[in-house]
Structure formats: C-alpha cells, structure tokens
C-alpha cells in the first residue's frame, strides 16, 4: 500500500470535491479542475476530508494510489489558493514587459519574442527582468514557466539567461590565456 496514498487530503470551507464516473471534480473559489481516474482506485469525500483508496493490491494499482492522491491534493490547493512560479531574467539590455495578452522579451535576439498568454495562466511582470506565472493547475503553470525558461535557458560562464527565481547556476571558469607556458 503507498505510503503517500493512505495520506488523507484536508479540504478547506469554500472547497467541494466530487467523484463520479471515474472523474474527480473540485471546485473552489479560483476556479473548478476535473481529472480523470483510472484504475481500481475509489475515492471517498467524507466531510472535510478526502480519502484516496485502493481497491486491489496490484503493483499499477499502487503506483497509482499515491499519484493520484498527489494529483488530488494539487487540484485542491490550486483552486483554493492557487500556484505561483517565478522567473528571473539575467542579461545586459534583457527584459520582458506584456503587451494585452502577451509577453515580449527582449533576451538577446535580433527580433523580440513575443509569447501568447496560454488560457487559465496569468502571466505578470512586476519589474522589467522580472515574471510570474500563476494559475490553478500546478502543471500547467510549471510547464509554461519551463517553455518560458527554454529560449533562454542560463548559460555558466556569465549566468545570462531566463531562471527560476532562487535558482542557483552553476559557475564555470573561463579559458586562460595560456601564457608563459612553452
């Protein structure tokens, strides 16, 4: 039995979840998420609680009751207080600033890259080398943060680049010249 899917998921007021047909729903006050389960996994709302149970003991089966207790409280969290990524853009003369719905950064390039606000992020740049990138469904909002962090991923010798906000990069030394040796 997983250790992470015997966990019971605390549901806070304002908050509903429900399972039917093999889909799980929560609704809150962000917004509503749906998940399909698959498996022989059940899932029981009992108050303010949620349990995640599986109804075999099949290896699947218990990889799965852990993923999707996982994924369940993910939902719960998202549509009750919502997900928050943030990124940081190192460079001389590199920025990004939004424009309606979308996100221009100049990082470098010789044309501006312009990315469209995907449907259920939010996408803000509180200071000209700063983003956030929040919504309520934490993969959603890591993927994007990583397609953001993807055209300019930091590079070691200088540390320019898009990275996550607290993210350490790694310095590398540059060449020697090589002189006074024969």
């Not at 093999?22 to 709302?45: A, F, H, M």
């Not at 207080?81 to 920025?95: A, Q």
């Amino acid at each position: 039995m997983s250790r992470i899917g015997k966990k019971v998921i605390a549901v806070p007021a304002g908050v509903t979840v429900s399972f039917e047909n093999g889909v799980v729903t929560v609704k809150g006050p962000k917004g509503q998420l749906t998940r399909e389960i698959k498996g022989n996994i059940d899932v029981k709302n009992e108050g303010a609680e949620v349990h995640v149970v599986a109804l075999d003991e099949a290896k699947d089966t218990n990889a799965k009751h852990g993923l999707y207790r996982a994924l369940i409280a993910d939902m719960v969290k998202g549509v009750s207080e919502g997900f928050t990524r943030g990124l940081e853009i190192k460079g001389v003369g590199w920025k990004g600033q939004m424009q309606g719905n979308k996100l221009v950064l100049n990082i470098g390039y010789s044309h501006p890259i312009e990315y469209v606000q995907p449907e259920g992020i939010k996408l803000e740049c509180p200071g000209p080398t700063e983003i956030t990138v929040s919504g309520i469904d934490k993969v959603l909002v890591g993927q994007v943060a990583a397609d953001l962090r993807a055209y300019r991923t930091p590079e070691p010798y200088h540390g320019y680049g898009i990275r996550y906000k607290g993210e350490h990069v790694e310095h590398k030394e540059g060449k020697t010249s090589g002189k006074g040796k024969k």
